[in-house]
Nanobody, 113 residues
């Protein structure tokens, strides 16, 4: 069974940082494009960032460009999202996605003073 397990969420003050991790198993991670998608309370899903299977190309939504950095370690089957300069509007459940097909259960990020 494919597994994607997100971690690293929590409560952070505005301007702070968090690093999310997504550990993958039971599929060929090294051949999979990965993405982060978030869903804020009462809103629909929002694509945040993506990275190609080799890690050579990354993509960001305009709302996080310059503040978030996606990366991956194919030896550890893990994708990361470094989030800096966090804003209250970044509050959401963050989900890891593999190839547009597999989803984790998400990790909650709350930005509040």
């Amino acid at each position: 069974e494919v597994q994607l397990v997100e971690s690293g969420g929590g409560l952070v003050q505005p301007g702070g940082s968090l690093r999310l991790s997504c550990a993958a198993s039971q599929f060929t991670f090294g051949n999979s494009d990965m993405s982060w998608v978030r869903q804020a309370p009462g809103k629909g899903p929002e694509w945040v960032s993506g990275i190609t299977f080799g890690g050579d190309t990354t993509y960001y939504s305009n709302s996080v460009k310059g503040r978030f950095t996606i990366s991956r370690d194919n030896a550890k089957n893990t994708v990361y999202l470094q989030m800096n300069s966090l804003k209250p509007e970044d509050t959401a459940v963050y989900y890891c996605n593999a190839n547009g097909a597999y989803w984790g259960k998400g990790t909650l990020v709350t930005i509040s003073s």
